[in-house]
T-cell receptor, first 110, second 119 residues
Framework: DQQVKQNSPSLSVQEGRISILNCDYT??????FLWYKKYPAEGPTFLIS?????DKNEDGRFTVFLNKSAKHLSLHIVPSQPGDSAVYFC?????????FGDGTTLTVKP | DSGVTQTPKHLITATGQRVTLRCSPR?????VYWYQQSLDQGLQFLIQ???????AKGNILERFSAQQFPDLHSELNLSSLELGDSALYFC??????????????????FGNGTRLTVT
């Protein structure tokens, strides 16, 4: 049973517009959530995180929203840039163990 | 550059063989994690070591084993290889103090992976 799900395998957005990537989870014991970005031929790199006691965390163009009652988090990228084209993984942590979603491939078109 | 080094980058071998993947964690990180990413799938957690000792186990097959050495580098051994073992294998490290708090939630720093092809 997959505890962290990214239901959209891909997303295409025009440059300058908002990109919204979604992630759902089932385990209420998760207490920390992270987004990672992965370019081809590279390992994932940490992007932004949020604690379960918060509902929003912002870092420049990236904002993560957490809705605990819905067990849902989202990553907003505004404005989207072609260099944001990558695979985005959400991850949830419980007791120090990270569980990853399958990833969403974001394509930002110039 | 994440500071995590994985070797080799690519590995091609035949079914039934045994291979060893190597990982050097970021300087100062005590925890090493191994993940498997099969084609178009997410990162599947295999195993974690902390300061030389096994800390957590995920979906790791009995044919696979790992260890972390005193200098904190880690090796993942894959034996009796099957075609389905073809995947990207990532190593990650983190500052993980073993106590509740920020350290447990520290981000993982990934290497660039080893692409294993079993023919």
């Amino acid at each position: 049973d997959q505890q962290v799900k990214q239901n959209s395998p891909s997303l295409s957005v025009q440059e300058g517009r908002i990109s919204i990537l979604n992630c759902d989870y089932t385990n209420s014991m998760f207490d920390y959530f992270l987004w990672y970005k992965k370019y081809p031929a590279e390992g994932p790199t940490f992007l932004i995180s949020i604690s379960s006691i918060k509902d929003k965390n912002e870092d420049g163009r990236f904002t993560v929203f957490l809705n605990k009652s819905a067990k849902h988090l989202s990553l907003h990228i505004v404005p989207s840039q072609p260099g944001d084209s990558a695979v985005y993984f959400c991850a949830a942590i419980s007791a120090g163990k990270s569980t990853f979603g399958d990833g969403t491939t974001l394509t930002v078109k110039p | 550059d994440s500071g995590v080094t994985q070797t080799p980058k690519h590995l091609i071998t035949a079914t039934g063989q045994r291979v060893t993947l190597r990982c050097s964690p970021r300087s100062g990180d005590l925890s090493v994690y191994w993940y498997q990413q099969s084609l178009d799938q997410g990162l599947q957690f295999l195993i974690q070591y902390y300061n030389g000792e096994e800390r957590a186990k995920g979906n790791i097959l009995e044919r696979f084993s790992a260890q972390q050495f005193p200098d904190l580098h880690s090796e993942l051994n894959l034996s009796s290889l099957e075609l389905g073992d073809s995947a990207l294998y990532f190593c990650a490290s983190s500052v993980e103090g073993g106590s509740a708090g920020v350290a447990l939630n520290s981000p993982l720093h990934f290497g660039n992976g080893t692409r294993l092809t079993v023919t």
